[in-house]
């Protein structure tokens, strides 16, 4: 069995006069569309009073609607009693909009302060760097060489110096000799060519670290190097220079 459907008086009127309102809006656009283009729909006139009658309906359908809408709430309006409804407290929804007002702004405060940050490192990569004094440089590589020599550890003992077996002495001569060239091969690398300009740099400043040329540029059939050494040196000759 089928269910009934029932529709109130206000949808049926509101139904009625959604449905009078589509062939009166098609119609008018038609005849709005045949005056601007200056085409003549003849058929458009004949039916013209009937389209009329039916927008008029459709307009005071429109109308009753809309009347009765604003007649039930002015009635309900009067219908409440006076002070009936209790009072909204809006403590609350200040609080949170003052809440959400402050994060709005901490953001966009946080988002300048990041983008005055890199501008400003921006502008600081920009600007010519000053160059480092001939003290700073001589220090810098005396430290760079105290961090080698620390890499490498104590050097092993002299293998002359070891009195055990035959097979220790080899051992304790690779050991050492392995050791030598390591680190030779390290300083002639990464700083023979830098102690030899900071001397060159200091002698022309008349300052002499007394450091002999094979001691900072060790031939290749020696292959020794005593580059603690020269760290000590460069870094008392810096110590007693001028700022």
């Not at 009166?24 to 003549?40: E, K, Q, R």
């Not at 760097?129 to 550890?153: D, I, M």
């Not at 077996?165 to 390591?182: I, L, P, V």
């Not at 094979?214 to 059939?221: K, M, N, Q, S, T």
């Amino acid at each position: 069995m089928l269910d009934t459907v029932s529709i109130s008086p206000k949808g049926f009127a509101f139904l009625a006069a959604a449905l009078l309102s589509i062939p009166a809006s098609v119609v008018a656009i038609i005849y709005f569309f045949g005056v601007v283009t200056s085409l003549n729909f003849a058929w458009v006139h004949s039916i013209s009073p009937y389209i009329q009658t039916i927008a008029a309906i459709a307009v005071v359908m429109w109308l009753g609607l809309f009347a009765v809408d604003y007649i039930g709430v002015r009635r309900a309006a009067r219908a409440m009693p006076t002070g009936s409804s209790a009072p909204i407290d809006l403590a609350p929804l200040v609080e949170a909009e003052a809440q959400t007002r402050s994060r709005a702004i901490e953001a966009v405060y946080n988002a300048l302060h990041d983008n005055v940050g890199r501008t400003n490192q921006s502008i600081n990569d920009l600007l010519p760097k000053p160059e480092p004094t001939l003290k700073q440089r001589t220090t810098q590589l005396a430290t760079e060489l105290f961090s080698l020599v620390s890499k490498q550890g104590p050097e092993p003992p002299h293998p002359l110096s070891n009195r055990g077996t035959e097979k220790e002495q080899r051992e304790a001569m690779s050991t050492y000799f392995e050791w030598k060239g390591d680190t030779y091969w390290k300083y002639m690398a990464e700083f023979r060519d830098r102690v030899v300009r900071i001397d060159l740099e200091l002698a022309a400043a008349r300052i002499f670290t007394k450091l002999e040329e094979e001691e900072i540029d060790p031939p290749r059939a020696k292959r020794e190097v005593d580059v603690k050494k020269i760290a000590e040196t460069l870094l008392l000759v810096a110590n007693q220079m001028p700022q």
